[in-house]
């Protein structure tokens, strides 16, 4: 069954960094775009930023202190997060909308959804 597999959080000071990692199981990367999303404790699930083959797109509160990257020799996604927040603790996951970025600041359309990934920032 396709899916994602997310991996690489943790707990990490206020300023710290993290590399989460998405992983496509039981298919192949490709070029499908990938979004990366976030739930905080009592807020909706967001999106935060997607990668297609062509494009990368964050939303205005980690510009600059967030990277997306693919590797399709490893089927794997990442997300360097940089100078992080306290506001940024959230479960982290990853999903697809097809090939194109399509609204990526909202879960609606996206599929092969993972089992999500901790991060939690805190002194």
């Known amino acids: 069954q396709e899916h994602f597999v997310e991996s690489g959080g943790g707990l990490v000071q206020p300023g710290g960094s993290l590399r989460l990692s998405c992983q496509a199981s039981?298919?192949?990367?490709?070029?499908?775009?990938v979004g990366w999303f976030r739930q905080a404790p009592g807020r909706a699930r967001a999106g935060i930023g997607c990668?297609?083959?062509?494009?990368?797109y964050y939303i205005d509160s980690v510009k600059g202190r967030f990277t997306i990257s693919r590797d399709n020799a490893k089927n794997t996604v990442y997300l360097q997060m940089n100078n992080l927040k306290p506001e940024d603790t959230a479960v982290y996951y990853c999903?697809?909308?097809?090939?194109?970025?399509?609204?990526?600041?909202?879960?609606?359309?996206?599929?092969?959804w993972g089992q999500g990934t901790q991060v939690a920032v805190s002194s």
């Open positions: 999903a697809t909308p097809g090939h194109v970025c399509a609204n990526f600041w909202s879960p609606g359309g996206y599929g092969y």
């Open positions: 990668i297609s083959s062509k494009d990368i």
């Open positions: 039981g298919f192949t990367l490709g070029n499908y775009a």
